[in-house]
């Protein structure tokens, strides 16, 4: 079934057919794919989806693709974990974590909008594709190039962590290091995607890309019963993914998918070295004021996110809030994720665990409320954040008396497993 209408101008509403387009050439706002609802309401049932493949193409009709999917047929249905411990020492009563760490083929959730963006480059016949990346999305970029056949050009920050570098290079593209920051990379990239025809996820193929993030709210109500939580915590880089689960989160609700209404509030998660949307949202302002990252969040270190403005729109608009985290509390919300519900997750998941974690000291999310924390990517690409944090806790000769005078020593004792 043909649902996609064409693309639309998010703010002047002007039409636009359904092409490798991303800019409205009279208002120049950003353009958005149109899907046709009326086609879709009645026919698309949470028994049909609930048929569907245990990936992201359960959602084929509500993603913007023509034929069918070229990647990615393993991508999404991720866990979604009540996480009873975490819940604990957070003092809430129902916390879930979205655990996209373990999101095939790259471990993170830009596997699901790059399965749909390299989709469509094929039905567009490029032959090249490309990104800016601050290393999640080169990963994800390389590996689905690879998967369907096509040359790909992967433009970084030169510092970005090994874990991201080595993760891009194994699916053997061409990775250009860039000596500057994502915002410079980005604009050198804008340079690029107009001298050359290839398929940039992030520029000419931005409204299909994007897509794909609809997919983690998809799941989130799919695997709550078809309800929405009270709250969503988020972390922000350029700003599209939060936008994007809320968009899903509505058209669900708009085709009567749901128990009942989206009440869901949003709320935002950055780092303090890096966080222009929360500041924005703290200061009630709409004006988004560019910054220059400082973090070792570098996964959320865009200091000018493109969709900053309508990410603050949607936390706003839902009731929500936003919140920074220090590199000090992302390093201790990593280790409280591992150390609770065994999920060792990069920085941004240190920066979404430690926001929420103010959030709910601050009142802004009672503790008597449901929870979902977006956990978009794997620990093992940011072992350094961690590593200088972690020490190996006894060194002993391999005797029963070394190990039990080390363990006397160290004034270590078993407790007895908590079951309640």
């Not at 706002?29 to 992201?56: C, H, W």
């Not at 949307?277 to 200061?283: F, L, M, P, S, Y």
């Not at 400082?294 to 865009?302: F, H, M, P, Q, W």
Request: aromatic share 8%; proline share 6%; net charge neutral.
């Amino acid at each position: 079934m043909a649902t996609v209408r064409g693309l639309k101008c998010r703010e002047c509403g002007r039409p636009y057919p359904a092409d490798p387009l991303h800019v409205c050439e009279f208002c120049f706002g950003p353009l958005e794919v149109d899907y046709d609802y009326d086609r879709l309401r009645g026919t698309l049932t949470r028994k049909a989806i609930e048929s569907g493949p245990p990936s992201i193409w359960r959602y084929r009709a509500l993603l913007p693709i023509e034929g069918d999917p070229a990647v990615g047929l393993h991508c999404g249905m991720t866990p979604l974990v009540r996480a009873k411990n975490l819940a604990r020492a957070l003092g809430m009563r129902e916390v879930y974590v979205k655990n996209d760490t373990v999101n095939h083929p790259s471990f993170s959730f830009k596997d699901r909008v790059v399965a749909v963006a390299i989709t469509k480059a094929l039905e567009f016949d490029f032959k090249v594709v490309a990104c800016a990346s601050t290393g999640n999305l080169a990963n994800a970029v390389a590996a689905h190039a690879a998967e369907g056949g096509l040359q790909s050009f992967v433009f970084m920050p030169a510092d970005l962590e090994q874990g991201k570098v080595i993760g891009t290079l194994i699916y053997s593209p061409t990775l250009v290091a860039v000596e500057g920051n994502y915002d410079e990379v980005n604009r050198l990239c804008s340079e690029v995607a107009d001298k050359y025809r290839w398929a940039f996820v992030n520029i000419n193929i931005r409204p299909y890309y994007a897509e794909g993030s609809k997919t983690f709210g998809y799941e989130i109500a799919e695997q709550l019963g078809w309800r929405t939580p009270q709250h969503i915590v988020v972390p922000a880089a350029g700003g599209s993914l939060v936008i994007k689960i809320w968009k899903g989160l509505k058209e669900f609700e708009r085709l009567g998918l749901l128990s009942g209404p989206c009440a869901t509030r949003m709320h935002l998660a950055q780092a303090e070295g890096c966080g222009p949307i929360v500041t924005a949202i703290k200061e009630n302002s709409e004006i988004i004021k560019p910054v220059k990252p400082r973090t070792i969040a570098k996964s959320l270190a865009i200091g000018n996110p493109a969709d900053g403005y309508y990410a603050y729109k949607v936390v706003k608009g839902s009731g929500g809030h936003g919140e920074h985290a220090s590199d000090d509390e992302i390093v201790e919300g990593m280790k409280l994720l591992a150390s609770t519900e065994g999920i060792f997750a990069e920085t941004a998941g240190g920066v979404t665990v430690a926001a929420a974690k103010r959030l709910i000291e601050q009142g802004r999310i009672p503790r008597d409320e449901s929870l979902v924390l977006c956990i978009t990517g794997n620990g093992l690409k940011t072992q350094e954040a961690v590593a200088p944090s972690l020490k190996v806790s006894l060194q002993i000769k391999p005797t029963l008396r070394s190990f039990d005078e080390s363990m006397t020593s160290h004034g270590i004792e078993v407790t007895p497993r908590n079951l309640s």
